[in-house]
């Protein structure tokens, strides 16, 4: 006799997670309003030593289940999360992510008033570990912080209605075609964390897999996260190469699917906006504008090396 399937399958992604901030994601789990056997929880273990399933009790979930993926990355392991997935609403968690009760609850409305829609998110708070350095307020988004104040969709892919990783609720089907277009596409498993790369495009690649299926793309406020950040991702070598892993990502992603401007695919941009931060910009914003660039002369690099590869 098989069991209905649930309403949502909830997937946590994680590579070694700080113990604490798991712990208060899990509890915040724990807390949802939409009762426990109406959605599923897969916790994804991305190569963690010594493995989750050894630490990490998941027996207070009736649905609660432990899945190891063995090959490194954070695209890997939400692909192996897709292929164990049962319902229809698919919602991405980080290991940092404190979602606020009736997140589940009000996910599960939105995917039944707004059909149309293939992918949504939410509105993100950040809660810093100590004092934020005055320049991250600028620049937070590169840590998941997002405000939303007001709905918005599209049916296309635009940076005002694309939500981010955490928190991302999407439709099977869209989940069904980005496993597939893995299968066949070299990128879609580089754009995102490898190990200790940085990266974070994948969750525009997901958006771009709802359009070509015809659905739109949204963010609502009534979806609310806190998303923990410790302090040594304020620091700024280590926010550096996020930026610079963010950018390569992100220009990747828009060449392969023909949507970077033309100025952008050559090496001369990314060098005038490297000269124009040293000269017209201070501290770690220059730094910062100047990583932004490096990670676009990396992405260009790398679509050189796959061209050539192929001739």
């Known amino acids: 006799m098989t069991t209905a399937a649930p309403k949502i399958s909830l997937i946590i992604c994680t590579h070694d997670p700080r113990k604490d901030y798991l712990a208060a994601t899990l509890e915040a789990l724990r807390k949802q309003t939409l009762p426990l056997d109406e959605w ?15 630490r990490i009790n998941l027996d207070w979930h009736p649905a609660g289940q432990h899945v190891r993926e063995e090959k490194i990355g954070l695209s890997n392991a939400r692909i192996c999360g897709l292929k164990e997935a049962r319902a229809d609403l698919i ?4 290991d940092d992510n404190l979602l606020a009760p009736d997140y589940l609850a009000n996910a599960l409305q939105i995917a039944e008033e707004w059909p149309s829609l293939g992918v949504w998110g939410c509105h993100i708070d950040g809660r ?8 991250v307020k600028n620049f937070a988004y590169h840590l998941a912080v997002r405000e939303c104040p007001q709905s918005v969709w599209a049916s296309y892919v635009d940076d005002r209605n694309v939500p981010y990783g955490a928190g991302m609720c999407l439709r099977s089907a869209v989940g069904r075609a980005y496993v597939a ?9 580089k754009l995102d964390r490898i190990g200790k790369g940085m990266g974070a495009a994948g969750d525009h690649d997901i958006c ?11 963010r609502f406020p009534s979806l609310r996260m806190t998303h923990l950040i410790p302090s040594g991702r304020m620091q700024p070598d ?15 992603l828009a060449i392969t699917r023909n949507s970077a401007a033309s100025y952008r695919t050559t090496r001369f941009w990314p060098i005038v906006k490297i000269l124009r931060s040293r ?14 660039a490096q990670g676009e002369l990396d992405a260009l690099r790398e679509i050189r090396l796959l061209e050539i590869a192929k001739t």
Request: proline share 5%.
């Open 40 to 54: 599923e929880f897969l916790l994804v273990d991305n190569l963690s030593t010594p493995p989750l399933s050894e």
């Open 91 to 94: 919602i991405f968690v980080d």
């Open 128 to 135: 810093f570990e100590g004092e934020a350095p005055a320049w």
């Open 181 to 189: 277009k893995s299968q066949t596409d070299p990128l879609c498993t």
């Open 208 to 218: 771009h897999t709802a359009q070509d299926l015809g659905l739109g793309i949204g």
């Open 238 to 252: 280590y926010f550096l190469k996020l930026v610079r892993g963010n950018a390569r990502a992100a220009l990747l």
């Open 279 to 292: 000269l017209f910009k201070r501290g770690m914003e220059s730094r910062i504008l100047c990583a932004q």
